[in-house]
T-cell receptor, first 115, second 114 residues
């Protein structure tokens, strides 16, 4: 079983739809949660970052963390064609040693928003 | 543009060969990270350097090695290449080595092993 599970999709939605992207994780040591967006042929870019349970909002994006269920979500409101990309969840353990800077990524969900 | 540069963009080589991938971090960043992205394994952390010293290690093969130089650029050396090493290799950098420091990714090097 992978440490972080993410449905690879693909997910196709009409413009203006609300998109829900989800990841589950198995390691309780995971304490820091991020969402990255990766456009085709580009490197991932950080969208949102949180370390506590609950919701964090940034414009049309909301990140949600439920540590008790080991479940994280990213919601995109009023989705736009420019949101079409691969979305990766990434989790960092609250541990030192050789895992200090290690981000563990989900498989990525391919999202297409069509006009 | 993240400010992280990687060269070359594309690399095509044969099995058994050795290649070197280069990364220049954002100006002022002290940490460099290397990741491998393949279709079957996704994006996987390989190794992190902070100010010239190895800081964290992931599932990096023994055939792979990396280093960070005094000018903070980093190189990832891949040797005895196998078909399965074909992947996108990303470098990322961050200001420090703290857990919450944002990692900025470069555009990647696409390696094809024939």
């Amino acid at each position: 079983q992978k440490e972080v599970e993410q449905d690879p999709g693909p997910l196709s939605v009409p413009e203006g739809a609300i998109v829900s992207l989800n990841c589950t994780y198995s390691n309780s040591a995971f304490q820091y949660f991020m969402w990255y967006r990766q456009y085709s042929r580009k490197g991932p870019e950080l969208l949102m970052y949180t370390y506590s349970s609950g919701n964090k909002e940034d414009g049309r994006f909301t990140a949600q963390v439920d540590k008790s269920s080991k479940y994280i979500s990213l919601f995109i409101r009023d989705s736009q064609p420019s949101d079409s990309a691969t979305y990766l969840c990434a989790i960092l353990a609250n541990a030192g040693g050789t895992s200090y800077g290690k981000l563990t990524f989900g498989q990525g969900t391919i999202l297409t928003v069509h006009p | 543009d993240s400010g992280v540069t990687q060269t070359p963009k594309h690399l095509i080589t044969a099995t058994g060969q050795r290649v070197t991938l280069r990364c220049s971090p954002r100006s002022g960043d002290l940490s460099v990270y290397w990741y491998q992205q393949s279709l079957d394994q996704g994006l996987q952390f390989l190794i992190q350097y902070y100010n010239g010293e190895e800081r964290a290690k992931g599932n990096i093969l023994e055939r792979f090695s990396a280093q960070q130089f005094p000018d903070l650029h980093s190189e990832l050396n891949l040797s005895s290449l196998e078909l399965g090493d074909s992947a996108l290799y990303f470098c990322a950098s961050s200001t420090r080595a703290g857990r919450t420091d944002t990692q900025y990714f470069g555009p990647g090097t696409r390696l094809t092993v024939l």
